[in-house]
């Protein structure tokens, strides 16, 4: 089992920028693909980002070029730095941990809302 915790989400205006990190409850480095999704009002969650064990990272086209995904598997932490955040990022982030079919984990998410 995993337990993640996700933080750093806020309120920032548009333009700005936010660092999110999700942080797991036992070792990360073996677990094949860490994510992050969004939800927003109204609205079915997302995928924004994922990364593999191997580091080979996915983008949603609503986010390339802007968010960059990445995971430190010493301290056990997936990050997204968010840049250049408009409005239509506001959203409850959420992160995953997929271990194999069937199993996956999720954090409670963090509430990102971007001004404009």
């Known amino acids: 089992q995993v337990q993640l915790v996700e933080s750093g989400g806020g309120l920032v205006q548009a333009g700005g920028s936010l660092r999110l990190s999700c942080a797991a409850s036992?070792?990360?480095?073996?677990?094949?693909?860490m994510g992050w999704y969004r939800q927003a009002p109204g609205k079915q969650r997302e995928l924004v980002a994922t990364?593999?064990?191997?580091?080979?990272?996915n983008y949603a086209d609503s986010v390339k070029g802007r968010f960059t995904i990445s995971r430190d598997n010493t301290r056990n932490t997936v990050y997204l730095q968010m840049n250049s955040l408009k409005p239509e990022d506001t959203a409850v982030y959420y992160c995953?941990?997929?271990?194999?079919?069937?199993?996956?984990?999720w954090g409670k998410g963090t509430l990102v809302t971007v001004s404009s």
């Open positions: 036992r070792s990360i480095a073996t677990i094949n693909t």
């Open positions: 990364i593999r064990s191997g580091l080979s990272t």
């Open positions: 995953n941990a997929y271990l194999y079919p069937g199993v996956d984990y």
